[in-house]
């Protein structure tokens, strides 16, 4: 389905015109308001949202996506209450441990993106441990942890001079978040905000916004976000 490149006079940065899809990422937002409409506690909703997210690492093999990025835990998150925060640094320490088999059976290379200078010294440990297991993989799931990208566009301002142009402030901005520029954004959460999340990425994203909240995003969900994505036409502005 590839039609013509478009390429900015200034930019090295080719984006084709095309429904291929390589590089989602996931705003997973939604766990509270839906354990509250349940009456249920909010941290039962969290927990709900990790088996969501364990369970949607098996459906990355029948597609086409090569890079999943997730919305683990926004710097901002550290606002909420410190037993709120307490227990979603639980539950990251958690899923990190349980991402390690699931990812090696299923040849995913796992990465942690974001700052890690305030996170507990255990889960570091942890995400070091995973990243280095599955390093083999031959799909990436990325997963951001106390990441902020406006923190990150900062950091790698502050590394490059004056004169340089967006592919170089690119391969800088990789240095302390990532590079591939997403073709999909889901945000789940019946919210329709960026929050802060891969801002320089999704650029050129398409941006979808189901009617479900986090902990009720199957793999068919994912599915029709697919296959909504491949009806757009991007052109780029060309």
């Not at 039609?3 to 997973?28: C, K, P, W, Y």
């Not at 690492?57 to 919305?71: G, N, Q, Y």
């Not at 083999?136 to 490059?160: P, T």
């Amino acid at each position: 389905m590839s039609e013509m490149i478009g390429r900015s006079e200034n930019s090295s940065v080719d984006f084709a015109t095309q429904s291929t899809l390589n590089h989602v990422a996931i705003i997973m937002d939604g766990n509270r308001r839906w354990a509250r409409e349940r009456g249920l506690p909010t941290l039962i909703g969290h927990r709900r949202g990790l088996g969501r997210l364990l369970d949607l690492l098996p459906a990355l093999r029948s597609s086409d996506i090569e890079v999943l990025t997730l919305f683990g835990f926004s710097s901002a998150n550290w606002q909420r209450s410190d037993c709120e925060v307490g227990y979603l640094l639980e539950l990251a320490d958690e899923a990190v441990r349980r991402f390690t088999p699931v990812a090696l059976e299923e040849r995913v290379r796992v990465e942690v993106i974001g700052r890690r200078d305030r996170l507990p010294q255990t889960l570091v440990r942890h995400i070091e441990h995973t990243e280095l297991s599955t390093r083999h993989g031959d799909r990436l799931l990325r997963v951001a942890v106390d990441y902020s990208s406006r923190d990150a566009i900062a950091r790698a301002a502050q590394r490059v001079g004056k004169d340089c142009n967006t592919a170089q402030f690119s391969r800088s901005l990789a240095k302390t978040s990532m590079l591939d520029n997403v073709d999909l954004l889901i945000r789940t959460g019946k919210e329709q905000r960026l929050s802060d999340f891969l801002l320089w990425e999704c650029a050129f994203a398409e941006l979808y916004f189901p009617d479900q909240y986090w902990p009720e995003f199957d793999a068919e969900s994912l599915q029709k976000a697919i296959a909504w994505y491949q009806q757009r036409n991007r052109r780029f502005g060309v």
